[in-house]
């Protein structure tokens, strides 16, 4: 069984930068693609960011582009979502997505992730 768990969310004003982080263990000698998504409090769970199990190839939603960097450590399956000038929008409920048998391509639909963290807030305001 692999278990997945999210750090690092809190309460940051806008324009402020702050990085979560997930771990997934349970299962030796397998890395993982992981990524984010999120779920605002009056929308769906939507796609964030995702990396690859070596960490050569990541991916974004528009809305994060150029504001979100997502990256893995070298050894294991640890990702951290970076997030620099955050806004009222980014106000959600991050959770952390492990992919094990997501056909290529496929890493921004839900029913792609074979594994979920329980989530970390992330609260913005002006």
Same mark, same amino acid.
């Given at each position: 069984?692999?278990?997945?768990?999210?750090?690092?969310? =809190?309460?940051?004003?806008?324009?402020? #930068?702050?990085?979560?982080?997930?771990?997934?263990?349970?299962?030796?000698?397998?890395?993982?693609?992981? =990524?984010?998504?999120?779920?605002?409090?009056?929308?769906?769970? &939507?796609?964030?960011?995702?990396?690859? /199990?070596s960490?050569? +190839?990541e991916?974004?939603?528009? #809305?994060v582009?150029?504001?979100?960097?997502? #990256?893995?450590? +070298?050894?294991?399956?640890t990702?951290?979502?970076?997030?620099?000038n955050?806004?009222? &929008?980014?106000?959600?409920?991050?959770?952390?997505?492990? *992919?094990?048998f997501?056909?290529?391509?496929? *890493?921004?639909?839900?029913?792609?992730?074979? *594994? /979920?963290?329980k =989530?970390?807030?992330?609260?913005?305001?002006?």
């Amino acid at each position: 069984q692999v278990q997945v768990t999210e750090s690092g969310g =809190g309460r940051v004003q806008a324009g402020d #930068s702050l990085r979560i982080s997930c771990t997934a263990s349970g299962r030796t000698g397998v890395k993982f693609a992981m =990524g984010w998504f999120r779920q605002p409090p009056t929308r769906g769970r &939507e796609f964030v960011a995702h990396i690859n /199990w070596s960490g050569e +190839n990541e991916n974004y939603a528009d #809305s994060v582009k150029g504001r979100f960097t997502i #990256s893995r450590d +070298n050894a294991g399956n640890t990702v951290h979502l970076q997030m620099n000038n955050l806004n009222s &929008e980014d106000t959600a409920v991050y959770y952390c997505a492990v *992919y094990e048998f997501a056909p290529s391509g496929s *890493y921004s639909q839900q029913n792609a992730v074979d *594994y /979920w963290g329980k =989530g970390t807030l992330v609260t913005v305001f002006s």
